[in-house]
Nanobody, 118 residues
């Protein structure tokens, strides 16, 4: 099991930007990791996929964030980023990163809270 350390969540005004980061607590051989990505869970709602990225850099974004969010990945640092622009109140949620190893079960971060409010 790999520990994932998230950062970047905070209070931001509507229209603002944030970048979330998620790194492994130890260095992992790059080819032992498949996809990485982000889910979010708003109060009273189910957890939903926000964005994912393959080891090769192919990305997938939820329709609700396309054109506003970008996911990227630094394989050398075992880190995945979520750049969030034009934030809306409905983006308020706890954001969880994940890592899919080649062998084994999905690993999850502890969550970082994003609040979009004036």
């Amino acid at each position: 099991q790999v520990r994932l350390v998230e950062s970047g969540g905070t209070l931001v005004q509507p229209g603002g930007s944030l970048r979330l980061s998620c790194a492994t607590s130890e260095t992992i051989f790059i080819f032992s990791i498949n996809d990485m990505g982000w889910y979010r869970q708003a109060p009273g709602k189910q957890r939903e996929l926000v964005a994912s990225i393959t080891r090769g850099g192919n990305t997938n974004l939820a329709d609700s964030v396309k054109g506003r969010f970008t996911i990227s990945r630094d394989n050398a640092k075992n880190t995945v980023y979520l750049q969030m622009n034009s934030l809306k109140p409905e983006d308020t949620a706890v954001y969880y990163c994940y890592l899919d190893p080649v062998v084994g079960e999905r690993n999850w971060g502890q969550g970082t809270r994003v609040t979009v409010s004036s």
